[in-house]
């Protein structure tokens, strides 16, 4: 089989070589024909691995691996890895709990196999050990029944705020792209009118809170959302223009403070020279 040695050339030989490329090595036992997502699986990084990856006559999901190794093309951190799949059947095993509370709450594909790739049953651990090291907790050596069912809980609802985070993330980038289209739209619409001075970039800036409250606007109607768009515009209207008095007082301000030596450079004197 497969063992550590020979993952860790591989790794090297890959590393060495990629210098123009960015790449993504995923090893798995041989193929079976199940369909993906029958089951969980676990991934661990090649160098974590010290003998034989696998067991004798182990397999793993082809349309599985396929999936895993597509969806690592979109995962900025997954570039570079080089890491070993491996079904987690056994629901006891803390591979499974991962995989199974991450579909429970809603996790798609992408989500989890970024999990799994980047953090994995090993970061996890490694995040529940420095929390309990910066707690200063104690550990008991057999857990109840409720200290389990507490310890699923807490597993669970990390699941869910890391996917709550990635939800936001992801919204941000959607909002931004939006807006950023608004933008260049409503320049190049102006410019066809009248020809703007300004290069668009500095344009986009000037109206990115407009842009941003467009791209709030339409984000939410597509996703259904209640927006009552004549009150919202008034609002903003409004907002913007509380900004701009806001801003008006403050340079206003400002030059009042001034002193008059700032206002006015001081006058250079004549120098005279004797016969």
Do not use: H
Request: proline share 2%; with cysteine.
């Amino acid at each position: 089989g497969v063992g550590g040695d020979a993952l860790g050339d591989a790794e090297e030989l890959l590393r060495g070589g990629a210098t123009t490329f960015a790449y993504t090595l995923l090893v798995v036992p041989e193929w079976n024909d199940e369909p993906e997502a029958s089951c969980a699986f676990g991934i661990v990084n090649a160098t974590d691995v010290s003998d034989a990856a696998f067991v004798a006559g182990e397999t793993f999901s082809r349309q599985e691996s396929l999936r895993i190794i597509t969806e690592c093309l979109a995962i900025d951190k997954a570039a570079g890895k080089c890491v070993v799949a491996s079904a987690a059947k056994d629901a006891m095993s803390l591979e499974n709990l991962l995989v199974t509370s991450m579909r429970e709450v809603g996790f798609n594909r992408i989500e989890e196999i970024e999990f799994m790739v980047t953090s994995g049953a090993k970061g996890y651990n490694d995040m529940i050990e420095s929390q309990k090291e910066a707690e200063e907790w104690e550990k008991v050596p057999v857990e109840t029944e409720e200290e389990k069912a507490v310890k699923a809980q807490t597993k669970e609802e990390t699941m869910l705020l890391y996917k709550q985070k990635r939800d936001e993330a992801t919204k941000q980038k959607e909002l931004e792209a939006m807006a950023t289209t608004w933008a260049k739209r409503e320049y190049l619409r102006k410019n066809l009118k009248r020809r703007i001075v300004i290069k668009e970039d500095e344009f986009i800036e000037v109206i990115w809170d407009r842009a941003m409250f467009e791209a709030d606007l339409k984000y939410r109607t597509m996703q259904g959302q209640a927006v009552n768009e004549t009150e919202e515009r008034k609002a903003f209207r409004e907002e913007q223009e509380k900004k701009k008095a806001a801003a008006y007082k403050k340079e206003q301000e400002r030059w009042t403070e001034m002193q008059y030596e700032e206002l006015e450079p001081p006058q250079e004197k004549a120098v005279r020279f004797g016969r």
